[in-house]
């Protein structure tokens, strides 16, 4: 590669960066003249790549959107983190986009020098997605229509689906878009019911084009992802409240916010509020972590840990061992 076509790339690297380089910076770091910049920056122009440029003090190159999509020069994070990126994305919950990340993400192998093509490879074959059946698909057709909504503030009519199979007719001023587990939810106003909802995107049948914009309300009190897990966790059919004796950070990592709250009440211990359809699901999960735990609250998850308990009782007493000893109710567990 010449050192002109080299010096191109490189100050086409730079301009991808979404800021405003002064011509003395960028002089700097290709290590040219200032002159040398100008000529270079023309050269893009010349082959297509819009490189805005304003005078000034203030003033710098840009490289803003055209009809041409230059070519993306990544560092080996980057470039690792796009390929995972789009593994992901092809077995994502997008209809539609499963194929197209498949053929970006072969593009992308080819490409990729040799360092960053095994650790990539080895990834895909190491890693194995199981994805869940019940999991409900959008499109990109219907993700775009209601982005653009919330991005111009254009209010919004659908039929909705709820839960329990009944429809609705809604009025909406949308809001936000929020991706949470592995469905999509519209967080908008609801202008017939006066008040703030969150309808899942699989639900939403759109009914003609948008309305007309509407001035910007104030958001839902407090931090939106806050709002969202309280009310999601209202939407909960079984609650249950834990002692659990951890630190918080250890037991948070391991609840996404859709399936529960964690509060610390002090440097070893925390509160965990857990939710979900099924009291044994609930109470179990804690399990997992390796710590005792006390029940704060919940009738349901009060009854299902004593199932939980027979159970084990029962487990170790029809055990391999043969040892009635080893087993009955009153017995204690040993790990």
Same mark, same amino acid.
């Given at each position: 590669m010449s050192a002109t &076509?080299?010096?191109?790339?490189?100050?086409? &690297?730079?301009?991808?960066?979404?800021?405003?380089? &002064?011509?003395?910076?960028?002089?700097e770091r290709l290590e040219v003249s200032r002159r040398t910049v100008r000529r270079d920056v023309d050269r893009l122009r010349g082959l297509g790549y819009p490189v805005h440029a304003t005078r000034g003090g203030a003033g710098g190159y840009r490289?803003?959107?055209?009809?041409?999509? @230059?070519?993306?020069?990544?560092?080996?994070?980057?470039?690792?983190a796009v390929a995972v990126s789009l593994r992901s994305a092809a077995l994502g919950t997008v209809a539609g986009l499963q194929d197209t990340a498949r053929r970006a993400l072969s593009k992308l192998e080819q490409v990729l020098p040799p360092r960053l093509r095994g650790p990539v490879r080895a990834i895909e074959a190491a890693t194995v997605t199981i @994805?869940?059946?019940?999991?409900?698909? *959008?499109?990109p057709a219907a993700l775009a229509a209601l982005a653009t909504a919330c991005r111009d503030r254009q209010s919004l009519r659908f039929d909705y689906t709820a839960h329990d199979g009944t429809g609705s007719y809604r009025r909406t001023e949308p809001l936000r878009l929020v991706s949470w587990g592995e469905r999509w939810y519209l967080v908008a106003f609801d202008l017939d019911r006066d008040d703030w909802r969150t309808f899942r995107v699989d639900r939403i049948e759109p009914r003609g084009?948008?309305?007309?914009?509407?001035? !910007?309300?104030? !958001?839902?009190?407090?931090?939106?992802?806050?709002?969202?897990t309280r009310q999601f966790g209202a939407m909960w059919p079984v609650r249950a409240v834990f002692r659990v004796h951890a630190p918080a950070e250890r037991i948070a990592?391991?609840?996404?916010?859709?399936?529960? *709250?964690v509060e610390a009440v002090d440097d070893a211990t925390c509160l965990v509020t857990l939710g979900g359809s099924d009291p044994l699901v609930v109470t179990s999960f804690l399990c997992m972590f390796g710590v005792?735990?006390?029940? *704060?609250?919940?009738?349901?998850?009060?009854? !299902?840990?004593?199932?939980?308990?027979?159970?084990?009782?029962?487990?170790?007493?029809?055990?391999?061992?043969?040892?009635?000893?080893?087993?009955?109710?009153?017995?204690?567990?040993?790990?």
């Open positions: &076509s080299a010096r191109l790339l490189r100050l086409l &690297s730079l301009l991808q960066t979404p800021r405003e380089w &002064s011509g003395s910076e960028l002089a490289l803003a959107a055209g009809a041409k999509l @230059p070519p993306l020069l990544l560092d080996d994070e980057e470039a690792v @994805p869940d059946r019940d999991t409900p698909t *959008v499109t084009p948008t309305g007309p914009p509407f001035a !910007a309300r104030e !958001a839902p009190a407090g931090d939106l992802t806050a709002s969202l990592p391991g609840i996404a916010p859709a399936d529960g *709250v005792d735990f006390t029940l *704060v609250e919940g009738e349901e998850a009060a009854a !299902a840990l004593r199932d939980l308990r027979d159970r084990c009782d029962r487990a170790l007493m029809d055990g391999p061992t043969g040892d009635p000893a080893g087993g009955g109710p009153n017995a204690p567990i040993t790990p």
